[in-house]
């Protein structure tokens, strides 16, 4: 099993930038796609971005391409993901992920994937 543990959310101001880490631990050898998921009050779960562990091929939401950017750090089992220019509209909890890979995240989205972290807070101030 996996286990996943998110950190680095909080309150900023709009144009303001945040970083947030995920680490894994447990059994993350089949998990070869890990990622970030958010939700808003009242939404669904959306699809923020996903990478390989293999390749370190990466994936993004329409909504966060070109502000925020995801990665990884093997040797330490560890994925972020790199938040700039953030919005009113980013406001949500962050939840990270991990799945059998990257692609099948990004394009089947939250409802095929049932390994999560707790989630973490981020609010954007305008």
């Known amino acids: 099993q996996v286990q996943l543990k998110e950190s680095g959310g909080g309150l900023v101001q709009a144009g303001d930038s945040l970083t947030l880490s995920c680490v894994a631990s447990?059994?993350?050898?089949?998990?070869?796609?890990r990622g970030w998921f958010r939700q808003a009050p009242g939404k669904g779960r959306e699809f923020v971005a996903t990478?390989?562990?293999?390749?370190?091929?990466?994936y993004y939401g329409e909504s966060v391409k070109g502000r925020f950017s995801i990665s990884r750090d093997g040797a330490k089992n560890t994925v972020f993901l790199q938040m700039n220019n953030l919005r009113p509209e980013d406001t949500a909890v962050y939840y990270c992920?991990?799945?059998?890979?990257?692609?099948?995240?990004?394009?089947?989205?939250?409802?095929?994937?049932?390994?999560w972290g707790q989630g973490t807070q981020v609010t954007v101030s305008s």
């Open positions: 992920a991990a799945g059998t890979t990257a692609r099948s995240m990004a394009m089947v989205g939250a409802r095929n994937i049932n390994i």
């Open positions: 447990g059994r993350t050898a089949s998990a070869y796609g």
């Open positions: 990478i390989s562990t293999r390749d370190g091929t990466t």
